[in-house]
């Protein structure tokens, strides 16, 4: 009689010990949502930023320019992911963005750069300049 009363006694504890973590978990998992917005606006700044970088790099970009790539990037990065929550991303609003910074890109660079850049994009390589 006192091992089985031993026995339920451990087998409501582990359940007990179960539910908690389950719980931890469930609380921890809520708390991570609400700083994964500000986890992907860094991201999303970081990103923008590489790419800039690396066209600043490939097409020599003056400061000024580089600011203007950098803006126009973060832009279409920030609506491509509002567009991408609100499920409304699709190939037309795609190619719509992408004409939209391919514009801004083209305010911001000399024609010789924006011929570069144009001939980067169409260039098949793992990574395109966006």
Do not use: W
């Not at 908690?20 to 700083?35: D, L, M």
């Not at 126009?72 to 190619?95: F, T, Y």
């Amino acid at each position: 009689m006192k091992k089985l009363i031993i026995t339920c006694a451990l087998v409501t504890l582990g359940s007990m010990v179960s539910f908690a973590q389950s719980a931890r978990k469930i609380h921890a998992g809520s708390n991570a949502n609400v700083s994964s917005g500000q986890t992907q606006s860094v991201s999303i700044e970081k990103s923008a930023e590489a790419r800039a970088k690396k066209l600043q790099k490939d097409l020599g970009l003056n400061a000024t320019q580089y600011k203007g790539v950098y803006e126009a990037q973060l832009e279409h990065d920030k609506q491509g992911q509002a567009a991408k929550a609100n499920g409304s991303e699709g190939p037309g609003q795609a190619m719509q963005l992408q004409m939209m910074l391919d514009q801004k890109f083209k305010e911001a660079m000399t024609p010789t750069q924006y011929t570069k850049y144009e001939q980067m994009k169409a260039a098949p390589s793992t990574q395109k300049a966006h």
